[in-house]
Nanobody, 119 residues
Framework: QVQLVESGGGLVQPGGSLRLSCAAS????????MGWYRQPPGKQREPVAIITSGSRTNYADSVKGRFTISSDNAKNTVYLQMNSLKPDDTAVYYCNAALVVAGNEVDYWGQGTLVTVSS
């Protein structure tokens, strides 16, 4: 298992930037995928960005060109750089780690960090 702790959220003006961090309690080198999800007020949780163990990345259409997911294996940390933020980006952002055990996916989640984009 793995424990995940997000940080870096806060209040930012439209057009501004934030970098979220997800610190894992163990090495992330062997984790199948890690990613960021978000839950806007009153809506379902949705995927934002995923990075695989092969360092391939996938982004939601709504954030392509604005957000970048990256990892630092030495620090057991995954980042989400968010640029050109919009009010629609307001949400609680959650870090996710997906492990594959005996062919089954097991998911772990952080506690979430709130991002508010407002003027």
């Amino acid at each position: 298992q793995v424990q995940l702790v997000e940080s870096g959220g806060g209040l930012v003006q439209p057009g501004g930037s934030l970098r979220l961090s997800c610190a894992a309690s163990r090495s992330i080198f062997s984790i199948y995928t890690m990613g960021w999800y978000r839950q806007p007020p009153g809506k379902q949780r949705e995927p934002v960005a995923i990075i695989t163990s092969g360092s391939r990345t996938n982004y939601a259409d709504s954030v392509k060109g604005r957000f970048t997911i990256s990892s630092d294996n030495a620090k057991n940390t995954v980042y989400l750089q968010m640029n050109s933020l919009k009010p629609d980006d307001t949400a609680v952002y959650y870090c996710n780690a997906a492990l594959v055990v005996a062919g089954n996916e097991v998911d772990y989640w952080g506690q979430g960090t709130l991002v508010t984009v407002s003027s």
